[in-house]
C-alpha cells in the first residue's frame, strides 16, 4: 500500500497535466467549456494539497497549513463542480443562482483563512465538507435529469455512467476520511488511493474525448454545397465555415482571408445564427460533406 500511493498521485499529476493542456487547445478551437479546466484544474489542485499532507506534512492537525490547503481546495472542486454542470446542461441557470454559489465560495475561503490565522473553529470543517457534498449531489442529480449541450450530446451515456459513479464515490470517500478514520478505525491510507484513482478515471475518460474530438478537424473536412445553400450562407460565410471546420483559429482564419479578427467573429456569429448551432462541433456535423 505505501508503494501504490505515491505511485498512484505521480500517474494523476501526469494525467492532470496532459488532460489540462489539451483542454486548452480545445478551449482554443472554441469547442471545451471553461468551467471544464476550471473542474479539472481545481480537482489536481485537490490531489496536490492531499498529496502534501500525506506525504510531506504528516503530522497535520486541524489547524496546520496542509488541512486549511485541502479545505481551501475542496472548496475550489465543489464551486467548480457545480459551475461545470450549469455550463454543460441544458438548462438555463439564473445568474443570481451561479453567483450565489460563488459567494458562498468565498465566504467558507474567508473562514479558511480565519482558521489558519487561528481565529475561527473546527465549524469551518464540518461547513466544507457539507458545502462539498450538496455541491457533488446536486450536480449529480443535474446530470442524471438533464440533457448535456450539444457539443458533449456524443457522450451522454458515458458521462452519465461516470458521473454516477464519481458523484456517489465521493461523498463516500468524504465521510470515511472524516469519520472513519476517527471514530471507526478505518486507516487512512485506504482511503487516500481514492481521491487519486477517482480523477485518474474522470481524466482518462476526459483525455480519450479530447483527443476524438481534436481528430474531428481535418484539412480533408469540407463543406456540402447543398448544405451551404441550405442555410443561406454567403460565399465568404461558407469560406469561413470551410476553415473552421478543419479546425482553424480566428486568428488562422483572418491571416488566411486577409481580414480583421472582429470581422471574422462577426462572420462566426451569423454563421452559427444561421446554422443553428453554438460551437465548431455542431458545425461540423452540420455541414461536413
Same mark, same amino acid.
Given at each position: 500500500?505505501?508503494?501504490?500511493?505515491?505511485?498512484? /498521485?505521480?500517474?494523476? /499529476?501526469?494525467?492532470?497535466?496532459?488532460?489540462?493542456?489539451?483542454?486548452?487547445?480545445?478551449? %482554443?478551437?472554441?469547442?471545451? /467549456?471553461?468551467?471544464?479546466?476550471?473542474?479539472?484544474?481545481?480537482?489536481?489542485?485537490?490531489?496536490?494539497?492531499?498529496?502534501? #499532507?500525506?506525504?510531506?506534512?504528516?503530522?497535520?492537525?486541524? #489547524?496546520? +497549513?496542509?488541512?486549511?490547503?485541502?479545505?481551501? +481546495?475542496?472548496?475550489?472542486? $465543489?464551486?467548480?463542480?457545480?459551475?461545470?454542470?450549469?455550463?454543460?446542461?441544458?438548462?438555463?441557470?439564473?445568474?443570481?443562482?451561479?453567483?450565489?454559489?460563488?459567494?458562498? $465560495?468565498?465566504?467558507?475561503?474567508?473562514?479558511?483563512?480565519?482558521?489558519?490565522? $487561528? *481565529? +475561527?473553529?473546527?465549524?469551518?470543517?464540518?461547513?466544507? *465538507?457539507?458545502?462539498?457534498?450538496? +455541491?457533488?449531489?446536486?450536480?449529480?442529480?443535474?446530470?442524471?435529469?438533464?440533457?448535456?449541450?450539444?457539443?458533449?450530446?456524443?457522450?451522454?451515456?458515458?458521462?452519465?455512467?461516470?458521473?454516477?459513479?464519481?458523484?456517489?464515490?465521493?461523498?463516500?470517500?468524504?465521510?470515511?476520511?472524516?469519520? @472513519?478514520?476517527?471514530?471507526? @478505525?478505518?486507516?487512512?491510507?485506504?482511503?487516500?488511493?481514492?481521491?487519486?484513482?477517482?480523477?485518474?478515471?474522470?481524466?482518462?475518460?476526459?483525455?480519450?474525448?479530447?483527443?476524438?474530438?481534436?481528430?474531428?478537424?481535418? %484539412?480533408?473536412?469540407?463543406?456540402?454545397?447543398?448544405?451551404?445553400?441550405? *442555410?443561406?450562407?454567403?460565399?465568404?460565410?461558407?469560406?469561413?465555415?470551410?476553415?473552421?471546420?478543419? $479546425?482553424? &483559429? /480566428?486568428?488562422?482564419? &483572418?491571416?488566411?482571408?486577409?481580414?480583421?479578427?472582429?470581422?471574422?467573429?462577426?462572420?462566426?456569429?451569423?454563421?452559427?445564427?444561421?446554422?443553428?448551432?453554438?460551437?465548431?462541433?455542431?458545425?461540423?456535423?452540420?455541414?461536413?460533406?
Amino acid at each position: 500500500m505505501e508503494l501504490i500511493e505515491p505511485i498512484l /498521485y505521480f500517474l494523476a /499529476y501526469t494525467i492532470g497535466v496532459i488532460t489540462i493542456f489539451l483542454e486548452l487547445i480545445c478551449y %482554443n478551437k472554441k469547442i471545451e /467549456y471553461l468551467e471544464t479546466i476550471f473542474f479539472t484544474c481545481a480537482f489536481l489542485f485537490f490531489i496536490i494539497s492531499l498529496s502534501y #499532507s500525506l506525504f510531506i506534512d504528516q503530522h497535520a492537525t486541524e #489547524s496546520s +497549513s496542509s488541512n486549511n490547503l485541502v479545505l481551501f +481546495s475542496l472548496v475550489l472542486l $465543489g464551486l467548480s463542480t457545480v459551475l461545470n454542470a450549469f455550463a454543460e446542461r441544458q438548462i438555463n441557470v439564473p445568474s443570481k443562482v451561479k453567483i450565489g454559489f460563488i459567494m458562498i $465560495g468565498c465566504f467558507l475561503i474567508l473562514l479558511i483563512l480565519f482558521n489558519a490565522l $487561528g *481565529y +475561527s473553529d473546527f465549524y469551518t470543517e464540518y461547513l466544507v *465538507y457539507i458545502f462539498l457534498v450538496f +455541491s457533488v449531489l446536486g450536480s449529480m442529480f443535474l446530470v442524471r435529469k438533464t440533457k448535456p449541450e450539444k457539443r458533449i450530446l456524443h457522450r451522454e451515456r458515458s458521462e452519465r455512467n461516470i458521473a454516477l459513479f464519481i458523484l456517489i464515490i465521493i461523498p463516500v470517500a468524504i465521510l470515511l476520511e472524516f469519520l @472513519g478514520t476517527k471514530y471507526w @478505525g478505518i486507516e487512512s491510507s485506504k482511503i487516500s488511493i481514492i481521491p487519486p484513482i477517482i480523477f485518474i478515471t474522470l481524466a482518462c475518460s476526459k483525455l480519450m474525448d479530447d483527443i476524438t474530438r481534436l481528430s474531428l478537424f481535418t %484539412n480533408s473536412n469540407t463543406v456540402e454545397s447543398q448544405n451551404a445553400q441550405n *442555410y443561406n450562407l454567403t460565399p465568404r460565410e461558407t469560406e469561413i465555415a470551410e476553415l473552421l471546420i478543419k $479546425g482553424s &483559429s /480566428y486568428a488562422d482564419i &483572418s491571416s488566411s482571408l486577409f481580414i480583421a479578427i472582429p470581422t471574422v467573429k462577426s462572420h462566426v456569429t451569423n454563421i452559427y445564427r444561421k446554422v443553428q448551432v453554438k460551437n465548431k462541433i455542431e458545425l461540423l456535423h452540420a455541414l461536413k460533406s
